[in-house]
């Protein structure tokens, strides 16, 4: 008998992707946010290892853990290192995803879906371990809004390296606009597991 459905989540920022993720919880999907998964590698002592070794000890917060603002400034600046980082990151990720998974779809009962938030779905190459991929989009100025509210200057440069909006949606196998209420993005996110479980 298949398992559950194997979704990606992907999204701008101030897209709302947490709020999806949150509202597919309360429809019964088990969820992942491959942004939670790397803030564990993180303080993991072989990451920790790794990207003292790149860059030194300037990176490494007073906890012991991985200083994510001071990576991200090294990672950004140089393509070669965010490659770097990323072919270290990403297949640890992609580990732990598929323990979780495994983990998931033994679960009695099943979840209705599982579905993993992860920000460069499509940029990573991801988007292929999974059997469909939802893109949450929004008003430009919503999302901007809200990006400011949390403290990002703004999309732009943040997303410099990410797809846009709209080359998300048009390599998403769904889209669900995020303008509105919860209660609207829970209903259109409800009728897009319909689709999938069909």
Known sequence: MP????VGLTGGIG????????AL???????LSADAVVHELYGSPEL???VRDRWGSGVIAADGTVDRGAVARHAFADPG????LESVLWPRVGERMMAWKAGREAAEPPPRALVVETPL?????????????????????IRAQRAASRGHEGVDERTARQLTQGEKADRATYVVRNDGSLAELEKELSAVL?????
Do not use: H, N
């Open 121 to 141: 779905l499509f940029e990573s190459g991801m988007d292929r371990g999974y059997e469909a991929t939802i893109a949450v989009i929004a008003d430009e100025k």
């Open 48 to 50: 920790v290892a790794l």
């Open 194 to 198: 319909e689709k999938i479980e069909a």
């Open 25 to 31: 919880e309360r429809l019964g999907v088990a969820t």
């Open 81 to 84: 290192e965010r490659e770097w």
């Open 3 to 6: 398992g559950p459905p194997f």
């Open 15 to 22: 897209a709302g992707k947490s709020e999806a993720l949150a």
